[in-house]
């Protein structure tokens, strides 16, 4: 709840109709929580700038832990103020506090003042005024104790435990014994992703094509001996060359299959380091590991080379391929369920389980043009006949068999149903002409009298 | 004097079989599975760990759809066996009508090539990796010494390569070169036959010419696709049927011809 929503009168939990009645031009949007929990965990790595140890609370609050930190802002107070100038900022709301444990901290973030500081072993004092539900409790049992009335923590912390823990449960106690240090609370503080990352500086930079072949080497064993201690292995690394002129020149490969193999990684790069102007030299060299993903050991074996069908050949060769081609440019087909012809198809990855869900009772094409062709000069004796002869490409072809219609319709489910449109088919037939060539051609919409129905080439059967 | 002219003949042609099959004692063969055909080759077979040429006339030296399914349908069986890599410098192979006409693409890596040159690196590449069997690249023309690379690369581990000759669209046709090819087929479409009572086409067929065999003969047959278009496939025979030889070829003398049509 922000400032100006605060001088209006409104508070959090009300019902929306009442806000309204107080605030007639107030705007209304849904919840998002997923987005709350994006832009909170977005907010959690930005803290990360002042203590490494940041846990997210809850949907809306995070806590830090800043022991041992604080003296490199000169204090608490200076860390604090630095925090709270850049949150604002930032233009995020927020209330901070600082004090000894956790249970502490929320309670005076959100039911003390703002900004409070409690010193060391001092937060007895601070909590005392604060209402129970500081401690974090359930709705239902913070209700129950201001029912009884009590109304202050400090109440609280005069009532013998044993009666208190049999009256409240033990939740209570545990909550109270947090907020005051007596018992500890373990956070589970988010971790940033340590970077894949490897450097080598040299003293004289380095221009000529080996002297980089051979860093690209060494900077590769370097990352690859990190990602063989942790058990993994990346499926993407990117080689940057930093000129001494500041310029920085990156290199990208891609693997099939998640690898730490530094020879093979230097000889993707090998082919595209040719083509880096060194410049007046290169000072650094860096290698980024992307998609880094588990990789269990594989012992070499001295037969693997005669393991035919294993997949230990192939990935080299498709990782290559990707590499000198493009990524879009090798693929397996993938079935779609479709009766469009030119959607039953997908590429996939080239590297992947193997499935085939065509139907092979439907005759397809051999070849699949990507724009089906114009036909000309078709003559079909009955608007409902295939063609006895066409022109495709300058050529005559008489037709000598055909099969046919097969109706291919719109996929009518996929789009909205405004769109739908029963004109929009195709009535496929399979000819065959009289050297033999067999053609799929279609004539595109329904017969309407008196207009020339359009005829198209869609692909060429064996 | 005869019986030793036999010998040096037995001789020099074993001599020339160990050079033809490029130094490998374990050359493989993979028979078509009709002695019509299987006995133009030496082994008794389509040889393997070498590469084949397939070609069309007209429409198909652009359009290359007869000669790249023959291709598909001879290799199949290899294509069971590992996996099988599709070079290609147009992407307009359907795969849905390759797994028509029973091959098994589960395994079909497609690549598409940039250029020429780039097709046939890449021939060469997936020729010399373990674990493929059959490499298929659908290219203009090769060169003599694009041929003997491509061999090289098929001898590494024995995998068989079917380069399809396919012209770009509108382009001229250039002069077939000397060829390192192990054989040379001409494949041209021929009019189907529905089976009696049934209507449409009738599964594929297709006029096929080996133009050239090294150390074996040529011959010309009319094929049809056996498990074109239905599910009952993959039985284990070779999904390409021998309808009836066509004429002008030579024959064995001792093996007389029996007409099936």
Known sequence: MDRAGRRLGLYVGQKATDAAAIAPELVTAEAEPEADARALSALVDWCVRFSPAVAADGPDGLFMDISGVAHLWGGEAELLADFQSRLSANGLAFRIAIADTPGAAWALAHYGQDGAIARPGQQIGLLAPLPPAALRLEPETAAQIDRLGLKVLAQLFDIPRAPLARRFGIETLTRLDQALGRSKEALIFHRAPTPWFARLAFAEPISAPEDMARVAFDVGAALCARLEKEGQGARRFELCFHRVDGQVAPLQVGLALAARDPTRIAKLFAPKIETIDPGFGVEVVTLEAGEVEALSGRQARLDSLLEAGSAEGLAPLIDRLTNRLGEDRVWKARPVESHVPEQSVVPGAALGPSVAGWDPERPRPFRLFRRPEPLEAVTALMPDDPPRQFRWRGQLHRVRRAEGPERIGQEWWRGAIEDVRTDHIRDYYRVEDEAGARFWLFRAGTYTPGTQAKWWLHGLFA | ?261
Not at chain 2, 61 to 84: D, I, K, M, Q, S
């Open chain 2, 1 to 261: 004097m005869s019986g030793f002219r036999d010998e040096r003949l037995a001789a020099l042609k074993a001599k020339i079989a160990t050079l033809e099959a490029g130094g490998r004692a374990d050359s493989e063969s993979l028979p078509f599975g009709d002695s019509h055909i299987d006995s133009c080759f030496l082994d008794g077979g389509l040889p393997l760990g070498c590469w084949h040429e397939f070609g069309g006339e007209g429409m198909e030296a652009e359009t290359a759809a007869c000669p790249a399914a023959f291709a598909a349908l001879v290799a199949a069986p290899l294509a069971r066996r590992g996996e099988a890599v599709w070079i290609l410098r147009r992407d307009d192979l359907f795969v849905p009508g390759l797994v028509g006409l029973g091959f098994p693409a589960e395994r079909l890596i497609q690549v598409c090539a940039r250029d020429e040159d780039e097709a046939l690196a890449v021939a060469e590449d997936a020729l010399a990796t373990p674990g493929v069997a059959a490499v298929f690249a659908e290219v203009e023309t090769v060169s003599l010494t694009a041929g003997r690379r491509l061999q090289l690369a098929c001898e590494k581990r024995g995998a068989t390569g079917f380069v399809i000759r396919r012209r770009p669209y509108g382009g001229k046709a250039k002069a077939a070169g000397g060829s390192a090819a192990a054989s040379r087929w001409r494949v041209t479409p021929a009019a189907s036959e529905p089976g009696p009572g049934e209507f449409g086409l009738g599964p594929p067929r297709w006029a096929v010419e080996l133009e050239r065999c090294r150390g074996g003969r040529t011959g010309s047959w009319l094929f049809e696709a056996a498990d074109a278009f239905t599910y009952e496939a993959s039985d284990g025979t070779h999904p390409l049927r021998l309808v009836a030889p066509l004429g002008g070829q030579q024959l064995a003398p001792s093996q007389p011809l029996r007409r099936t049509a």
